[in-house]
T-cell receptor, first 114, second 111 residues
């Protein structure tokens, strides 16, 4: 079956622009996670959802970052007024049950802010 | 959240058994231990999860002593394709699971 998909796979944007990153989880998966990963480092937790409810957003770096999952399926991570330090791989994962189950990761979106 | 400590890197040869130990001294009663594997340019992939004693699947075994302050991921007879980063995570499954990946252990398997 289809895995987790993310779009776009690559995004180059100019500093100050807003970007929206999309995650399409595995159908029926309850939980959805967003991570940011710098080269050579482990994934950094940003936020997660159970169904449409955002359970924990303590990992979002600042108020320029926001995420939503309005219908409990597709999620969008939005970064406003991008800065060069936002450049990273953004990864999405979903899991079938409530938080704590095995997570299935998507291919990621490579964001480059110039 | 329980903090985890793993070796930064390990080397091995094909065909050997590899054991990667993770320390989690302040693990809580409700915490589970989960291991992920990540290849370059890919997202992490779940390997195994356990609470106590021993768990085994087709890929690996996870050994957890009685005090649960550490755990050991055991990879039998590694091959070159097992070269990857391995992450140990500790978290509570019951009410939320803010997933914290550390730096992981970089395993290099040589021919």
């Amino acid at each position: 079956g289809a895995g987790v998909s993310q779009s776009p796979r690559y995004k180059v944007t100019k500093r100050g622009q807003d970007v929206a990153l999309r995650c399409d989880p595995i159908s029926g998966h309850v939980s959805l996670y967003w991570y940011r990963q710098a080269l050579g480092q482990g994934p950094e937790f940003l936020t997660y959802f159970n169904y449409e409810a955002q359970q924990d957003k303590s990992g979002l770096p600042n108020d320029r970052f926001s995420a939503e999952r309005p219908e409990g399926s597709i999620s969008t991570l939005t970064i406003q007024r991008t800065e060069q330090r936002d450049s990273a791989m953004y990864r999405c994962a979903s899991s079938p049950g409530l938080a704590g189950d095995e997570q299935y990761f998507g291919p990621g979106t490579r964001l480059t802010v110039t | 959240l329980a903090k985890t400590t793993q070796p930064i890197s390990m080397d091995s040869y094909e065909g050997q058994e590899v054991n990667i130990t993770c320390s989690h001294n302040n693990i809580a009663t409700n915490d589970y231990i989960t291991w992920y594997q990540q290849f370059p340019s890919q997202g992490p992939r779940f390997i195994i999860q356990g609470y106590k004693t021993k768990v085994t699947n087709e890929v690996a075994s996870l050994f957890i002593p009685a005090d649960r302050k550490s755990s050991t991921l055991s990879l039998p007879r590694v091959s070159l394709s097992d070269t990857a980063v391995y992450y140990c995570l500790v978290g509570d499954r019951t009410g939320g699971f803010k997933t914290i990946f550390g730096a992981g252990t970089r395993l290099f398997v040589k021919a």
